[in-house]
């Protein structure tokens, strides 16, 4: 069985190119968030297994999402994506409970790679 996917970022560019990486690899995406407050909403209506979420977001970023979600559910994995100027924001969002990350612009390898460890 595949395992379920909402993806986070307010770029439909991301999300799109996201979602037809994790298409490719047998992951089923179950629904698009465009911010954190969107993705809580979304998470709790779609109980996805895994969330890839953005960082910096509008109205609600990232982290702060990363935090509430794993207060709802300690054991939903979150895979946090960043930019390459974004990688001081690592060490805190695996503070605050991500399971890894992934760098923007993808390598679809290390995508799926990342994915298929959770």
Known sequence: MSKKVLI????????NSLQAILDRA?????????DGL???SKCKAL???IVAMDVIMPR???IQALRLLKSFNADLKVVMVTSMNALDKVVECKNAGANHYIVKPFEEDKVI????KL
């Open 113 to 116: 790679s990342v994915f298929k």
């Open 38 to 40: 969107e993705a809580i």
């Open 26 to 34: 047998g992951f089923e995406v179950v629904g698009m968030a465009q």
């Open 47 to 49: 109980n996805p297994d």
């Open 8 to 15: 986070v970022d307010d770029s439909s560019f991301i999300r």
């Open 60 to 62: 609600m970023d990232g």
